[in-house]
T-cell receptor, first 114, second 110 residues
Framework: DADVTQTPRNRITKTGKRIMLECSQTKGHDRMYWYRQDPGLGLRLIYYSFDVKDINKGEISDGYSVSRQAQAKFSLSLESAIPNQTALYFC?????????????FGPGTRLLVL | EDQVTQSPEALRLQEGESSSLNCSYTVSGLRGLFWYRQDPGKGPEFLFTLYSAGEEKEKERLKATLTKKESFLHITAPKPEDSATYLCAVPQGGSEKLVFGKGTKLTVNP
C-alpha cells in the first residue's frame, strides 16, 4: 500500500463550487504539505503543517484553506473554485526524526475547474 | 531571494548516450540539495540528498554531485525507462520549506 494517498485522483468541478482534496499518510510523519504544479511554473507550496496544532501559509495560499484533522490527515479546501485553480495538486510528508527536509509525495490530484 | 535554476529545460538522448543535468542555486547556508524524479501524472519520487561540496551519490545509472553553487545529475548509458522529469530542490534559507526548480524533462529514445 502507498505511504501517502490522495483522494480523489481526478476531479472536475464548476466555478464557485467548494471542494476538498484529502491526503492521508501511514509513514507516521509529523510534517505535511500541499503543493500545486502548473506547466512552466514548477511546484509551489500552498500550505504546510508541522504538527496537528500548527498550520502555516505557503507561497500561494490565497483562495485555499486547510485542516489537519489528525497526524495522518491533511485536507485542502477550495472555498469557491475558479478556473485558474486548475492544476495538479500534491500532498507531501516529512519527518523531523529522520531527515526533516526530505519530503515524500503522494500520487497527486488532477483538478479541472470549468 | 533563494532561487533554483535547472538546465536544460528539456533533453533528448539516444539510449546509451551519457549526459548531465544541471541545478544551480542561490541560497544562504545550504542545508542540503535534493533530487527527485517525476513521471508524467505522478508524484515526485525522492532520489538523493547532498549536503556538502564534493559529495557524490549514486543509484543505478544516476550519479549526483554537488559544488558550492550547483549540482549535476549525471546519467550514464541511459535507457528509455530513465525518461522522466528530474527536479532539484533546496531548503529555503532559515526555514524548512523546499524551493523547487522547474525541472529538466529527459527523453531517452531507444
Amino acid at each position: 500500500d502507498a505511504d501517502v494517498t490522495q483522494t480523489p485522483r481526478n476531479r472536475i468541478t464548476k466555478t464557485g463550487k467548494r471542494i476538498m482534496l484529502e491526503c492521508s499518510q501511514t509513514k507516521g510523519h509529523d510534517r505535511m504539505y500541499w503543493y500545486r504544479q502548473d506547466p512552466g511554473l514548477g511546484l509551489r507550496l500552498i500550505y504546510y503543517s508541522f504538527d496537528v496544532k500548527d498550520i502555516n501559509k505557503g507561497e500561494i495560499s490565497d483562495g485555499y484553506s486547510v485542516s489537519r484533522q489528525a497526524q495522518a490527515k491533511f485536507s485542502l479546501s477550495l472555498e469557491s473554485a475558479i478556473p485558474n485553480q486548475t492544476a495538479l495538486y500534491f500532498c507531501a510528508t516529512s519527518d523531523l526524526a529522520e531527515d526533516q527536509e526530505t519530503q515524500y509525495f503522494g500520487p497527486g490530484t488532477r483538478l479541472l475547474v470549468l | 531571494e533563494d532561487q533554483v535554476t535547472q538546465s536544460p529545460e528539456a533533453l533528448r538522448l539516444q539510449e546509451g548516450e551519457s549526459s548531465s543535468l544541471n541545478c544551480s542555486y542561490t541560497v544562504s547556508g545550504l542545508r542540503g540539495l535534493f533530487w527527485y524524479r517525476q513521471d508524467p501524472g505522478k508524484g515526485p519520487e525522492f532520489l538523493f540528498t547532498l549536503y556538502s561540496a564534493g559529495e557524490e551519490k549514486e543509484k543505478e545509472r544516476l550519479k549526483a554531485t554537488l559544488t558550492k553553487k550547483e549540482s549535476f545529475l549525471h546519467i550514464t548509458a541511459p535507457k528509455p525507462e530513465d525518461s522522466a522529469t528530474y527536479l532539484c530542490a533546496v531548503p529555503q534559507g532559515g526555514s524548512e520549506k523546499l524551493v523547487f526548480g522547474k525541472g529538466t524533462k529527459l527523453t531517452v529514445n531507444p
